[in-house]
């Protein structure tokens, strides 16, 4: 079974630049996350999809952090424009359900640097 | 939310068991008890999952206490590939499988 999948791998980018990254969850997986995890840190929840509706997003910077997960598959988060905290490996993750009985699987993470 | 409280760091030989730790005093009778684990360089990963009764899987084993306060994860025979943060997590109530990540256990395993 093929795992969840993010590109890129790796991203440098200026400050006030901008910066997409994609996520391929697990087929079938109605459930979708993404994380950030700065240096030394627990990933922290940023956003949680529930097929293609937003089940939380309390902690997205939404002035300048957006995702949607179009067709309740795939899905983009956008950072626009970036600041340096924003450095930080964002992983996306996807479960089969949101359900408490449901694992996480996490993919490889994409590392971002800020300059 | 339930806190947990696991020590920063601990260290272990190859090839013996590894008793980790984890404290949640405000834990409620819904709350499940989540353990991840995320090695060098990749995000984490599953390990296991418990309410009120032991778990083994073949990864490790979940042992709760009686009052649910504390648990323990335990890896039967350390490896060098055991050597990760662990994470223990309790979603928020109604929550589902919702993870706060906290900064969990450094487990270094010495060969």
């Known amino acids: 079974e093929a795992g969840v999948a993010q590109s890129p791998r790796y991203k440098i980018i200026e400050k006030r630049q901008s910066v997409a990254f994609w996520c391929n969850p697990i087929?079938?997986?109605?459930?979708l996350y993404w994380y950030q995890q700065i240096l030394g840190q627990g990933p922290k929840l940023l956003i949680q999809?529930?097929?293609?509706?937003?089940?939380?997003d309390s902690q997205l910077p939404k002035d300048r952090f957006s995702a949607e997960r179009l067709k309740g598959v795939d899905s983009t988060l956008k950072i626009q424009p970036a600041k340096l905290e924003d450095s930080a490996v964002y992983l996306c993750a996807s479960s089969y359900t949101s359900g408490a009985f449901y694992e996480q699987y996490f993919g490889p993470g994409t590392r971002l640097t800020v300059t | 939310d339930a806190k947990t409280t696991q020590p920063n760091s601990m260290e272990s030989n190859e090839e013996e068991p590894v008793h980790l730790p984890c404290n949640h005093s405000t834990i409620s009778g819904t709350d499940y008890i989540h353990w991840y684990r995320q090695l060098p360089s990749q995000g984490p990963e599953y390990v296991i999952h418990g309410l009120t009764s032991n778990v083994n899987n073949r990864m490790a084993s979940l042992a709760i206490a009686e009052d649910r306060k504390s648990s323990t994860l335990i890896l039967h025979r350390a490896t060098l590939r055991d050597a990760a943060v662990y994470y223990c997590i309790l979603p928020p109530p109604g929550a589902g499988n919702m993870l706060t990540f906290g900064g969990g256990t450094r487990l270094m395993v010495k060969p």
């Open positions: 087929s079938g997986h109605a459930t």
């Open positions: 999809f529930q097929n293609n509706g937003v089940v939380d």
